[in-house]
């Protein structure tokens, strides 16, 4: 699959950069919060089911799911905070950052009740379990491309994901099929949750200059020379991505092609996991919609903030507290 | 791989080779009646004058008895006279059901617990098919630890921790945990 995105045979050298070339590189805080407050949000609202789940053996599954999450998102923030100037720690990051500063899909932080329940509604499983489903299936292939990345640090804790995501794989793909191909209920409710929850999909392909500097091998000279700069900032600079005016910054010429080669791999590889099982659970994939959300660049929607203040609230009422 | 598991004693100095082995025996806090050398988590262990460091290697990303390991095995350093030691986590090779020892695999069985199966492989887990899950067939050819019987369903992908699965054996009827393969 990876062999669709990567250019031929690049060759490490030891000039200066050169288009191509293949070295070793330390991903910036930016990009690494990105995955983590995926999982971060992720498991807070797959934790939310703990206590409330439709049977026992669901409710183990998602608390035991929530967990792996968790602790991916802790690799994840220790290793972000160390890369910083000052360093932080995990719960910093974790309990002291304010909405804007969390770089996770807007994807992950909707409710479970789903994109149109009131506040406090009850959680819909069918919503809950096609998010499950299309997030997990796009992390295989995010993981696959971290593991083979130019970044030591990520691809050590992308061996160790990759591997407890495909579990999870396996456990939405089968909630897929057992509540699309159920009754005619579930099959109603779940083709609905997926028309919903599609359109928050397109952040996911809307990639852009870090992502095409640690995501694959192809690297261009002005692409490194960004994420070098981003590296040694305390503050990154968000001026390339978050204009008011265009939350996702038109590629560079030189940045276009791969862009779209890096994009479309990872599309078709989501895609080959998903249509199958789309298929035996006899729901249709929804038509495309033209929503580009952009909470992986701090703009959030209403409710990140609503969960945020559950989360943090106990480690901001007792600041520097131990237990 | 196995291969990648085993810790080098050669090269270690005998006092070190019996700090080593006092870590290696210390009980799993989740499972005690398997060591953390049974399970394949402890890395390593290096010296620098009188500074001790032991590497250990999570097993799950969000294994809760992480934390508890690091300070057993720092426990442990401290009452065999080590006064500078320090636990270090290490995340590559990641670590594989399959590093779990013969011996410890002995041990989960006769605790009641089926033990894991042989390798995952690189990169690719072969799942059975759905259908023939759904129909009661298990893909993982595990047998019930108490009555040894290959008839067996499962009841739970996620058990009592995050690494274990629920069955139940069709023959005996009893339930019984099975550590996933990783």
């Given at each position: 699959?990876?062999?669709?995105?990567?250019?031929?045979?690049?060759?490490?050298?030891?000039?200066?950069?050169?288009?191509?070339?293949?070295?070793?590189?330390?991903?910036?805080?930016?990009?690494?919060?990105?995955?983590?407050?995926?999982?971060?949000?992720?498991?807070?609202?797959?934790?939310?089911?703990?206590?409330?789940?439709?049977?026992?053996?669901?409710?183990?599954?998602?608390?035991?799911?929530?967990?792996?999450?968790?602790?991916?998102?802790?690799?994840?923030?220790?290793?972000?905070?160390?890369?910083?100037?000052?360093?932080?720690?995990?719960?910093?990051?974790?309990?002291?950052?304010?909405?804007?500063?969390?770089?996770?899909?807007?994807?992950?932080?909707?409710?479970?009740?789903?994109?149109?329940?009131?506040?406090?509604?009850?959680?819909?499983?069918?919503?809950?379990?096609?998010?499950?489903?299309?997030?997990?299936?796009?992390?295989?292939?995010?993981?696959?491309?971290?593991?083979?990345?130019?970044?030591?640090?990520?691809?050590?804790?992308?061996?160790?994901?990759?591997?407890?995501?495909?579990?999870?794989?396996?456990?939405?793909?089968?909630?897929?099929?057992?509540?699309?191909?159920?009754?005619?209920?579930?099959?109603?409710?779940?083709?609905?949750?997926?028309?919903?929850?599609?359109?928050?999909?397109?952040?996911?392909?809307?990639?852009?200059?870090?992502?095409?500097?640690?995501?694959?091998?192809?690297?261009?000279?002005?692409?490194?020379?960004?994420?070098?700069?981003?590296?040694?900032?305390?503050?990154?600079?968000?001026?390339?991505?978050?204009?008011?005016?265009?939350?996702?910054?038109?590629?560079?010429?030189?940045?276009?092609?791969?862009?779209?080669?890096?994009?479309?791999?990872?599309?078709?590889?989501?895609?080959?996991?998903?249509?199958?099982?789309?298929?035996?659970?006899?729901?249709?994939?929804?038509?495309?919609?033209?929503?580009?959300?952009?909470?992986?660049?701090?703009?959030?929607?209403?409710?990140?903030?609503?969960?945020?203040?559950?989360?943090?609230?106990?480690?901001?009422?007792?600041?520097?507290?131990?237990? | 791989?196995?291969?990648?598991?085993?810790?080098?004693?050669?090269?270690l100095?005998?006092v070190d080779?019996?700090l080593l082995?006092?870590v290696?025996?210390?009980?799993?806090?989740?499972?005690?009646?398997?060591?953390?050398?049974?399970?394949?988590?402890?890395?390593?262990l290096s010296r620098r004058d009188a500074h001790v460091e032991v590497?250990?290697?999570?097993?799950?990303?969000?294994?809760?008895?992480?934390?508890?390991?690091?300070?057993?095995v720092l426990?442990t350093l401290h009452?065999l006279g080590e006064t500078s030691a320090q636990v270090r986590?290490?995340?590559?090779?990641?670590?594989?059901?399959?590093?779990?020892?013969?011996?410890?695999?002995?041990?989960?069985?006769?605790?009641?617990?089926?033990?894991?199966?042989?390798?995952?492989?690189?990169?690719?887990?072969?799942?059975?098919?759905?259908?023939?899950?759904?129909?009661?067939?298990?893909?993982?050819?595990?047998?019930?630890?108490?009555?040894?019987?290959?008839?067996?369903?499962?009841?739970?992908?996620?058990?009592?921790?995050?690494?274990?699965?629920?069955?139940?054996?069709?023959?005996?009827?009893?339930?019984?945990?099975?550590?996933?393969?990783?």
């Amino acid at each position: 699959m990876l062999q669709e995105t990567d250019p031929p045979t690049p060759q490490p050298t030891t000039g200066p950069e050169t288009p191509g070339a293949v070295r070793a590189a330390t991903a910036p805080p930016e990009f690494v919060l990105r995955w983590a407050d995926n999982a971060l949000i992720h498991s807070q609202r797959l934790g939310e089911w703990t206590g409330h789940g439709p049977v026992l053996e669901e409710d183990i599954a998602l608390a035991n799911i929530a967990l792996d999450h968790l602790g991916q998102a802790r690799m994840l923030l220790s290793h972000a905070g160390r890369l910083m100037d000052p360093p932080q720690t995990e719960d910093d990051l974790a309990y002291f950052r304010d909405a804007a500063a969390f770089r996770n899909f807007t994807a992950l932080e909707l409710p479970n009740s789903g994109v149109h329940a009131a506040r406090g509604a009850q959680g819909d499983y069918a919503f809950t379990i096609v998010r499950h489903a299309l997030y997990s299936a796009y992390m295989l292939a995010v993981w696959e491309r971290l593991l083979a990345g130019p970044d030591a640090n990520l691809a050590q804790i992308a061996g160790k994901a990759i591997k407890e995501t495909r579990y999870h794989w396996r456990h939405a793909s089968d909630w897929l099929v057992k509540l699309g191909d159920g009754t005619e209920p579930s099959h109603q409710r779940m083709q609905m949750a997926l028309e919903q929850f599609m359109p928050y999909t397109n952040e996911w392909f809307a990639l852009d200059a870090l992502d095409l500097a640690f995501l694959s091998r192809h690297v261009t000279s002005d692409c490194r020379a960004h994420s070098a700069r981003s590296a040694g900032d305390a503050a990154p600079d968000h001026a390339h991505f978050s204009r008011p005016d265009q939350c996702h910054i038109a590629a560079a010429a030189d940045f276009r092609q791969p862009l779209e080669a890096l994009a479309g791999g990872l599309r078709a590889q989501w895609l080959a996991l998903l249509e199958p099982v789309l298929a035996e659970s006899t729901l249709t994939w929804p038509s495309p919609s033209a929503l580009l959300t952009c909470g992986r660049y701090g703009r959030h929607g209403e409710h990140l903030s609503v969960l945020l203040a559950e989360l943090q609230s106990v480690a901001r009422a007792h600041p520097g507290a131990q237990w | 791989m196995s291969s990648d598991a085993p810790v080098a004693h050669s090269t270690l100095a005998a006092v070190d080779t019996a700090l080593l082995e006092a870590v290696c025996a210390i009980p799993d806090p989740e499972i005690p009646v398997i060591t953390l050398g049974d399970l394949g988590v402890v890395r390593g262990l290096s010296r620098r004058d009188a500074h001790v460091e032991v590497q250990i290697t999570p097993t799950y990303c969000g294994c809760p008895a992480t934390e508890m390991i690091r300070s057993e095995v720092l426990q442990t350093l401290h009452a065999l006279g080590e006064t500078s030691a320090q636990v270090r986590i290490v995340l590559s090779p990641a670590w594989s059901s399959t590093w779990i020892s013969e011996d410890g695999r002995q041990k989960l069985r006769a605790y009641g617990i089926a033990p894991p199966g042989p390798s995952c492989g690189g990169t690719s887990i072969r799942w059975m098919d759905r259908r023939a899950r759904s129909a009661g067939h298990d893909e993982s050819g595990l047998r019930c630890p108490r009555c040894d019987s290959g008839e067996v369903e499962r009841l739970s992908e996620f058990g009592s921790t995050p690494c274990k699965a629920l069955y139940r054996c069709l023959a005996c009827r009893e339930p019984f945990d099975f550590f996933k393969t990783l």
